[in-house]
């Protein structure tokens, strides 16, 4: 088990029947990039169950975050699920990923779309002071079935207009706009609808996607995934990788399961 860290459960809770977080203790030596996701799952039979997930703590905090989907038959959520408070789960060693700012060319905008659970690596990001440095403005866009499913970001937003440190930045610079697609709410609709009509920027007050300006970054279900793609791709924007930024980069990494 030298490959992982084996981290104390210090809280979990549960936001719905098919989401959860928790919070667990951090090894010292467990470094990140705020973005990145790592190996993480627990111990059955002696041997190592482990999917990929992505930090939605930042890397300046001492506890790690997670946040999950719960799949009823799911080789590890169905377990993962049932953790309490003083359990063990482990944590791969090292971080990896796509959506850190790196990878991105230089732009104004900052595009954070997610749906579901594809928020947490975006929760680690609006927690990151040099993001802010880098962009004059961050759009954080969640995705989700139904209105009691953006609760985690809800409320991860509403701390952080209430912290000391980045109330003010979030006040200058942060736009959040959830959407659900199967209850009235006050934004409706599926994320690529939303900028294809410019719904999203209107309802924002914002100019529409500008390719000199915006840079995007995305993580949700694949089929959300691969449409983005196509409708970035279609209109000139180019996908970034640690070798090579671009305008847009995706995680491809999603967990649910």
């Not at 719905?16 to 667990?24: I, K, N, V």
């Amino acid at each position: 088990m030298s490959a992982f860290y084996r981290e104390k459960v210090l809280s979990v809770q549960h936001w719905t029947d098919t989401l959860f977080s928790f919070r667990a203790t951090r090894d010292s030596g467990f470094r990140f990039q705020n973005g990145q996701f790592a190996m993480i799952g627990l111990e059955v039979d002696g041997r190592p169950l482990l999917r990929a997930y992505s930090m939605a703590s930042a890397n300046h905090e001492e506890e790690l975050e997670f946040f999950s989907i719960k799949v009823q038959d799911g080789p590890l959520t169905s377990k993962l699920q049932k953790i309490q408070e003083g359990d063990t789960i482990l944590v791969g060693r090292k971080a990896t990923g796509t959506l850190i700012t790196d990878n991105l060319i230089p732009g104004k905008r900052l595009m954070l779309l997610s749906t579901g659970t594809g928020l947490a690596p975006f929760a680690s990001l609006i927690k990151d002071p040099e993001v802010y440095d880098r962009y004059d403005s961050i759009v954080l866009v969640h995705g989700c079935r139904q209105v009691s499913e953006l609760a985690y970001g809800e409320e991860l937003v509403a701390k952080l207009r209430d912290d000391e440190l980045f109330g003010p930045m979030l006040s200058e610079k942060l736009s959040y706009y959830p959407t659900v697609t199967r209850e009235p709410f006050r934004n409706r609709g599926r994320i690529t609808d939303l900028i294809t009509t410019n719904q999203l920027f209107s309802d924002l007050h914002q100019g529409p996607l500008d390719i000199e300006t915006d840079r995007i970054m995305m993580c949700g279900s694949p089929a959300m995934l691969e449409d983005l793609k196509v409708l970035f791709e279609t209109r000139g924007f180019k996908e970034g990788s640690g070798n090579t930024p671009g305008h847009f980069v995706i995680e491809k990494a999603f967990v649910e399961r």
